[in-house]
């Protein structure tokens, strides 16, 4: 049973909702000037954090579909359209992988990158 259709819908859903999300954070961030990392982060009951852990999801299935796929060439002796489709999925799942990446780089991840810095930093502060 092929997992590739399921997967695709799943993401293209979740990617129309994240681009809604970048838009009214985005918006957000030039009505208020400066919004501070955590603010953003904690928009509507920390929104973003949930969507970044569902990027981290769907981006560890598309891997673990490609690697699949990688595996079926490796270990199976395919058919000539089984073999391009298969090709097919792979690229298609880097596509994908690639898009979620671009999507969610832009505010959130950006803003959890700030707060680990900031922690961090803090954190070696206080151990001076």
């Known amino acids: 049973m092929s ?3 399921p997967y695709a819908i799943i993401v293209a ?8 999300l970048n ?3 985005l918006s957000l961030s030039a009505q208020n000037e400066v919004i501070s990392p955590f603010e953003l ?22 891997v673990a579909l490609s690697i699949d796929h990688i595996r079926q060439i490796k ?16 690229f298609i799942n ?3 992988i690639i898009l979620l990446f671009a999507f969610i780089n832009n505010p959130i991840l950006r803003a ?3 707060v680990v810095f ?9 151990q001076e």
């Open 94 to 96: 880097i596509f994908l």
């Open 23 to 25: 838009h009214t954070l």
């Open 41 to 62: 982060l904690s928009y509507h009951n920390y929104e973003p954090l949930y969507f970044f852990l569902m990027a981290v999801v769907l981006t560890i299935a598309g």
């Open 75 to 90: 270990h199976m002796e395919l058919e000539y359209d089984e073999l391009l489709a298969t090709l097919l999925s792979i």
């Open 3 to 5: 997992l590739e259709a």
């Open 13 to 20: 859903i979740f990617l129309l909702a994240l681009n809604r």
């Open 112 to 114: 959890i990158i700030c």
């Open 118 to 126: 900031i922690v961090i930093g803090g954190l070696g502060l206080s």
